[in-house]
């Protein structure tokens, strides 16, 4: 018998030499727990080599079976022990999306494999271990049913919104919902694919069938005010898409509504509400005092990666907009303790100084220095503790076998160059540094970013 150790829907199980933790999910009667690791890079003497994940499947306490997986994404189980699991593939040398979705019985045979080349997203099954879901990514963005004893498709949706979402079922209505999580259900839909009538689904339909002009402005008004999260949020993907095309439609009249939703405690809608005020500003600059000033006043506090991020879109909006924040900038890449915030900055004071040169020229040398010494920018490894048990977590950039110092000249490099396509003059003094890593840099990406830089600046 393993011993299980839970909290939330993470699992970590000890048996002999197995220590092992993982995402979990486990059946509608409890009998059965899946648990499963991504695979990843580590790098030792020999260089960067992949590692494997792993799923286990769990009887009680009890270890089924234990199986190696390229990429394990998501997995679920029925109760009487099939399990379904996505299995995103690794392909590093050829550079393509793909994944397959696997089906095991209770006692570890394949039941069904099935390869897709695009990434799935989700996957479920039914309590009786007899039907299969899983939805893929862009670009296929489809749904699919299979019947697990034939291995066939059963039917299949083409749809974003069936696609991107959680797969959740109801067995005793034989229904399936698809969740936007943290928001609500944005599709609903029989065990035979057909939708099943509701207020969600009527404005799926509506919001399909609007167009791009000011009657379609004017039903997105309506649809923006649905007390379903995923369905505002479904509306202003397709105000956004909208306001992305060239044809002038007026949106003022939604600004109100879209700063409340900005204001709100949902992320996903907070941040998509952001992007829709700064192409309404784009399209009608007249609403300066409702978009981009309204947005900064948000942003007066702390400074953090999102902050920093969203300067970014507004500084390539209205670069003069923020000339009041550029000191708080400027010190954020002097003095904060996250790279990460520091390398915003630095990509800010670019997209400032290629529209407003003079506002970024107190930063230029501050720019050279990290430009020139990246080894000041170090990242300490991140340790959490988990049931007594200390573990250390390997940060992106060493999984990405890039060095935070490297990601942070890079952008003071994309920096320096965004200011001397405006005034070649103010960034003179940096030419012979960029052409020395443009042609000794041990970086690839460097010396590509500094070969672009000096290029600019002759155009």
């Known amino acids: ?87 995103w593939i690794s392909k590093p040398s050829e550079h393509r999306l793909g994944s397959s979705l ?36 862009y670009p296929d ?80 008004a309506k649809l923006i005010e649905s007390s379903n999260q995923a369905i505002a949020l479904e509306t202003l993907q397709k105000l956004k ?3 992305s095309r060239k044809k002038t439609i007026d949106a003022s009249s939604l600004i109100p509504k879209i700063q409340q939703i900005f204001n709100s405690k949902e992320t996903k809608l907070s941040d998509l509400a952001f992007d829709v005020l700064v192409k309404i500003y784009a399209k009608d600059p007249t609403t ?9 006043q948000s942003l007066e ?21 923020i000339a009041s924040l550029m000191p708080k900038i400027e010190d954020c890449l002097k003095s904060s303790n996250s790279w990460n915030e520091k390398r915003w900055a630095a990509i800010v004071i670019g997209y400032v100084g290629k529209k407003s040169p003079n506002l970024v020229k107190d930063s230029i040398p501050l720019l050279l220095h990290y430009i ?5 920018t170090k990242q300490k490894p991140r340790v959490v503790s988990t049931h007594g048990i200390r573990i250390t977590l ?6 990405l076998g890039v060095d935070p110092g490297t990601w942070l000249k890079d952008a003071c490099i994309d920096a320096i160059g965004y200011i001397g396509t405006t005034d070649p003059a103010l960034v003179s003094g940096a030419r012979n540094l960029l052409e020395k890593i443009a042609s000794t840099d041990v970086s690839e990406y460097s010396r590509k970013k500094a070969r672009k830089a000096l290029e600019s600046w002759e155009n």
């Not at 390997?394 to 999984?399: D, G, K, N, Q």
Request: hydrophobic share 35%; net charge neutral.
């Open 372 to 376: 020139e010494h990246p080894e000041v």
């Open 288 to 296: 300066k005092n409702q978009t981009i000033d309204f947005l900064i």
């Open 141 to 220: 963005n489809t749904l699919y049913a299979f019947d697990i004893a034939s291995k066939q498709i059963l039917w299949n949706l083409k749809d974003k919104n069936a696609s991107t979402g959680k797969i959740r079922i109801e067995d005793q209505r034989q229904i399936i919902k698809i969740e936007k999580p943290g928001l609500d259900f944005i599709r609903t839909l029989g065990f035979d694919g057909k939708p099943i009538p509701s207020e969600t689904e009527n404005s799926v339909t509506r919001l399909q069938s609007i167009s791009s002009d000011q009657a379609g402005v004017n039903a997105i």
């Open 394 to 399: 390997a940060s992106p950039e060493s999984i």
């Open 241 to 243: 898409s909208i306001l």
């Open 102 to 137: 696997l089906v095991y019985a209770a006692n570890g045979d394949m039941l069904l494999q099935h390869q897709f080349e695009s990434n799935l997203n989700d996957c479920n099954i039914t309590d009786d271990g007899r039907i299969c879901f899983a939805n893929t990514l």
């Open 301 to 321: 506090g702390s400074l953090d990666e999102k902050n920093l991020y969203r300067l970014t879109r507004i500084a390539q909006a209205d670069a003069d907009s």
């Open 1 to 87: 018998m393993a011993n299980v150790f839970e909290k939330d829907s993470w699992i970590r199980i000890k048996s002999g030499e197995l220590n092992f933790f993982g995402k979990s999910s486990k059946s509608r009667d409890n009998e059965f727990k899946v648990v499963f690791s991504d695979g990843h890079y580590v790098k030792d003497a020999k260089g960067m080599r992949w590692i494997d994940g792993k799923i286990v499947l769990l009887h009680g306490d009890k270890i089924a079976w234990i199986k190696q997986i390229s990429r394990p994404y998501n997995a679920n189980v029925a109760s009487n022990g099939n399990l379904v699991v996505t299995n």
